[in-house]
Each structure stands twice: as C-alpha cells, then as structure tokens.
C-alpha cells in the first residue's frame, strides 16, 4: 500500500515533475496496488489538452497603441483629449485619475445610503470606465443579439423588449447580465454617432412603481433614472442630456407601464 | 516607464489578454483589468528587477489589481458565467472551432477563480509549482491542493480519462509525464 504518498506527490508524478528515483518507484508501485491507481486516476487530466484549448482566447485581444504608451507613464504637456482622437495611451492616463477617483469612492462609507442610490452609483462607477475603444469592436450580429437576450431575460425572470436592441439615434452593442446585491442586474451597451458607449441599466426593485424620469449628472455623466413596472432604470453616458432623455422615453414606452 | 518594461508588455500583451479573460470570463471586465493593468505596470515600471521574469511580474500586477477590483465592486464580483459565454469570449471568425478544445476551454473556465488561475498558469503559462506560488502570492501547499481539487473537477469532464481503463489510463499518463521530465 502506498497511502503515504499525498495528493501533491501523485500530481507532480503526473506532471513529470519528480526526481527520477521517486518516478520509478511510484510506476512500478502501480503494478501491484490498485488504489494507487485508483488515487492516480482520480487526479488524472489530459494535460496537455489544455494549453491549445486556451490558444483560442489569443484570438480577439483588444487593440492597443503600445507605440504610444510612453505618454501614458508621464504626465501630458497638453490635453491628449484635445487632439480629437482618444487614443489608448490617452484612456490611460484617464484610467489612472478615474482609478484614483473611484478609489476614493469606494472607500467612503454607504451603508446609510439608500439602496436604489447606491445601485445608481454603482452603474455610473462602472460606466466610467468605458471608452470608445471599449465598445467599437463589439459586433452585434441578430443571432448574437437574441441570444444575448435570452440570456438576459432568464437571469431577470423577465421579457427583454426586442425593440431595446434598436433605439433610434444609438448602435446596440452588448446586453450583459451584471449583479447589484445579490440581484440579477441587466446592463444594455450601445454606441452612440459620436462613438461614445451609452448603457442602459435596469433590475427589479421591490417595491417599485412608477415614476417620472429624473435627469442628472452624476461623476461627470449624464443619467436618466426611473421606476416603472416593478423595475428600477438608469441610463447613462458622456453623451447630452437631451439625446439620453430621448433614448429613456423610448426604453420606457418599450416597457409595459 | 523604461523602454524594456514597455517592449516586454509589447511581447506579452496576448498573453496578459488571455490571463484576463480566464479570471474575468467577461469580455467587459477583461478589457477593463487589461487596462488597469497597464496603468499599473507602466507606473511601477521602475519597480521591476533586471534580470528576473518579466511575465510573472505582469501577472502578478493583474491578480492585485482584479482581486482589488474584486473586493470593491460588487457588481463585477457577481458576473456570472454559462457555457455560452464562449461565444462571446472566442473568435466569431471561426465558428468550426475545433469542438474538443471548446469543450475542454469551458471545463476549465467553468472551474472556481481560484483552482482556474493556478491551472491556467501551470498548464497554459507553464509556469512551475513554486512560481505560480509566487504570482498568486499563496503557499505552495494550496497551489498543489488548488491543482489537486481542479484535476478531480477536470477527471469527470472532458479531459478526464478515467472512464475506461485506468492501468492503460495511467500509463496514459506516466508515458506523457516521463516526456516531460
């Protein structure tokens, strides 16, 4: 019997990782104790199997302007936004003050804020960090579209409006199933004509009834935020109040009231 | 920011995407960790050592900062994940993926955070035991029991071998371990 040999010994001498001597006598201890090879069965994947598996995720890495990096590392002599092209080396440095910025926020203390607040925060913090980059690439193509909603709609328990996939003005891109405290939290990504990302965010809030759409600004975005139905919406983006109270009229009237 | 750290990102910078996507299993909050990593290992540059491994210094950077992220955001804690996802996390240009490699990608992204990221960097990054210790700043004992618990995970799916004859498995076994060592 070979129980004194632990898990950790079986997995290196799976992975070829034992000194010889050691090797040698766990395989020829395998001719004569099946619950060796028992134990060695249990642990044993084909490893080798795994790195070409993973070769897939190579594919589709987000574009990068490594060439401009440098700038990103010092502070800019003028406003890189300035330039009319928000490069990643430019997101960067933006990344980097929002960071600091976010991190601040997180470290206040929320529990006295109410709930439907801190969902609202929550969303407009995430949104933060969207560039144009982030959303340019993302093709929503009808069969990924309803498979996105599908997905959606199972995790809310609720049906996704088709019409929510082409807001007029605005390119859907991505419906994504977020959390905000434990509940299923639906977030809508769309690209506005300039380029900018534009989310539409919304989960069941008991409790809820209806209420007029209020407009602000919240960390430098605008937000439209309502109830309707059971349901707590926001909608948020770098975008013009006007423009995003339109898309908030026409999410809502896809709603049933 | 020296020029080697910035060359050396250049290099690694699939793999730091593909490292991302394995922790995060969202496209999203891939590129949101990328980002953030370069933010940080561009302002740290003057911290990494001439001489010792530039990757396991960037991955390192990544597992802070997504476990930072972690703790804080509670709405990219709770992202869930279904064999679905795929679609989104690998190539739409290539739709004839090999199914077996899918189906081995979704066993092992379908593992825990924590037995998926030792997993991945022993057997995708092919970093040792000690090493990988070291990037996710753990003890060795919990990389091996990390990997113990993911290959009992990992035997009853796809990868696993134990379903037919477990002598012939296990010489299976002994015969690609021996190729290694």
Not at chain 2, 112 to 131: D, H, K, M, N, W
Not at chain 2, 145 to 170: F, K, Q, V, Y
Request: with cysteine.
């Amino acid at each position: 019997m070979n129980s004194h040999l632990s898990d950790a010994h079986l997995i290196r001498f799976l992975d070829g990782r034992l000194p010889a001597d050691e090797h040698a006598a766990i395989e020829a201890a395998l001719a004569t104790d099946p619950a060796l090879a028992d134990r060695l069965a249990a642990l044993h994947v084909d490893t080798t199997a795994i790195g070409p598996a993973f070769e897939t995720l190579l594919d589709n890495a987000p574009e990068v302007d490594f060439a401009s990096m440098e700038h990103a590392a010092d502070p800019p002599r003028e406003s890189t936004l300035g330039r009319g092209r928000l490069s990643l080396a430019a997101s960067l440095v933006v990344a980097a003050v929002l960071g600091a910025l976010l991190a601040s926020v997180w470290q206040e203390p929320r529990q006295d804020t109410p709930r439907d607040e801190r969902w609202h925060a929550d969303v407009v913090t995430y949104h933060k960090l969207y560039v144009p980059e982030t959303v340019a690439p993302l093709e929503a193509s009808v069969r990924s579209l309803n498979s996105q909603f599908e997905r959606v709609a199972n995790a809310l328990s609720l049906d996704i409006p088709e019409a929510l996939g082409r807001l007029a003005d605005v390119e859907f891109k991505r419906a994504q199933v977020l959390g905000f405290e434990g509940t299923p939290l639906a977030h809508l990504t769309y690209q506005s004509a300039a380029g900018k990302p534009i989310a539409l965010c919304f989960l069941k809030l008991p409790g809820a009834g209806t209420s007029v759409p209020v407009t602000s600004r919240q960390r430098g975005l605008a937000a439209v935020t309502w109830e309707q139905a059971g349901l707590g919406f926001i909608i948020v983006g770098d975008v013009d109040a006007k423009t995003l109270e339109a898309l908030a009229k026409a999410a809502s009237e896809a709603f049933p009231t | 920011m020296t020029e080697s750290v910035r060359t050396e990102l250049v290099s690694a910078r699939l793999r730091l995407w593909r490292f991302c996507l394995s922790l995060t299993r969202n496209r999203a909050s891939a590129e949101d960790l990328m980002q953030s990593t370069c933010v940080r290992i561009l302002e740290r540059a003057h911290q990494f050592r001439r001489g010792t491994r530039f990757d396991s210094w960037m991955f390192r950077i990544a597992q802070t900062v997504w476990l930072n992220e972690v703790r804080r955001d509670q709405l990219r804690a709770e992202q869930s994940f279904s064999g679905g996802d795929l679609d989104e996390l690998t190539s739409p240009t290539d739709p004839e993926r090999d199914a077996a490699g899918r189906d081995v990608l979704n066993a092992v992204l379908s593992l825990p955070e924590a037995q998926r990221v030792t997993i991945l960097l022993v057997y995708v990054e092919g970093f040792s035991y000690a090493e990988t210790a070291e990037i996710l700043d753990i003890p060795l004992g919990t990389v091996m029991s990390r990997i113990g618990a993911g290959r009992r995970s990992l035997a009853r799916g796809p990868l696993g071998e134990s379903n037919g004859d477990t002598t012939a498995s296990i010489a299976s076994a002994v015969e690609r371990g021996a190729a290694l060592s």
